[in-house]
């Protein structure tokens, strides 16, 4: 039976705020959930006509209004994630004990489902404080509640992104650009709009498969994705293979500053590469085999980036 109402935490994301307007474009009830009405419920409210879409305002550890909002729910999908770690919203706190608990509220009140995005390529970094309190929430959430499908997407990019937008904003301001590991490690980058439509597939149709791991079409290095981008903004830079120990010295000041460009802990976790585990079933095993390729994709907003801005032309 069709869903009729859909919880989402996380919907001010670009993950949530695009799978808002694909899951009310399809007649489906959503209840999304923010921490900042204010803030963030102009751009909400843009993403699905009236009638479809209800903003909440709540803090996450809020349990007696997450346990009332979960009970209305069908389906809950959790897109609530941390890549560094700032005041309460710690790892523990954010990746462990927030999707503990809703996963468990899940089975209380007997929702059909429960859809949680983790990460790719995070079981071999086991000296990474993202990818232990990844798994340990994903273990949490297989534990307490059987119907959870448990996400593990590689790098998702689009326009609102923080990690192709990130490296364009870099290679402007930079002369040089550091390479980690000598930029080899893989990944497989997919399409902000392929996995809300793998999610929306999800929410509306049954799987046995309870864990998938979520790749794009191509498999690039992290040097290969800087040269693409490169192309793209028509830039020339260096590279400077970074040494690890210098690499720590610099993180540790940039995971000072409120939003840091890097962390000690996600250098870590470039040391491992980000594709398919062989553990689990991949979109591609369940008939989903994404198709929108990086360079064209990016090619649509990156002239943001580009010396002539909004002016900028195809060279020919």
């Not at 690039?220 to 903004?233: R, Y």
């Amino acid at each position: 039976m069709k869903p009729k109402n859909c919880l989402i935490f996380g919907a001010s994301g670009q993950i949530g705020r695009n799978l808002i307007r694909g899951l009310t474009q399809k007649n489906l009830k959503v209840t999304a959930v923010t921490r900042n009405l204010h803030q963030k419920g102009y751009i909400l409210k843009t993403q699905a006509n009236p009638g479809y879409l209800d903003i909440i305002e709540t803090n996450i550890f809020d349990l007696n209004k997450i346990d009332e909002l979960i009970k209305k729910a069908d389906v809950c999908v959790n897109l609530v994630g941390i890549l560094f770690e700032k005041g309460a919203n710690t790892f523990t706190n954010i990746h462990e004990k927030f999707p503990s608990i809703i996963s468990s509220l899940c089975n209380k009140h007997k929702l059909s489902k429960f859809i949680h995005l983790s990460a790719l390529g995070i079981e071999k970094a086991k000296d990474s404080k993202y990818a232990i309190s990844k798994l340990n929430g994903e273990t949490a959430i297989q534990k307490n509640f059987k119907e959870s499908i448990i996400l593990k997407p590689s790098i998702i990019y689009s326009v609102d992104d923080n990690f192709t937008t990130m490296i364009m904003r870099l290679i402007n301001m930079l002369p040089i650009f550091p390479l980690y590991y000598e930029g080899k490690t893989k990944f497989m980058p997919l399409h902000c709009a392929d996995i809300c439509d793998l999610i929306i597939n999800l929410v509306e149709n049954n799987t046995s498969d309870k864990v998938i791991e979520c790749i794009g079409p191509d498999e690039l290095t992290f040097k290969q994705i800087i040269q693409k981008l490169l192309k793209l903004i028509e830039k020339k830079r260096f590279f400077i293979p970074m040494p690890l120990f210098i690499a720590n010295i610099m993180a540790t000041f940039f995971q000072a500053l409120p939003n840091p460009l890097i962390t000690k802990d996600q250098i870590k976790l470039l040391a491992y590469d980000n594709i398919p585990s062989g553990k689990y079933k991949t979109n591609i095993d369940i008939g989903k085999k994404f198709k929108r390729n990086f360079d064209i994709e990016v090619e649509k907003y990156c002239y943001m980036w580009k010396d002539t801005g909004e002016y900028a032309r195809k060279k020919n």
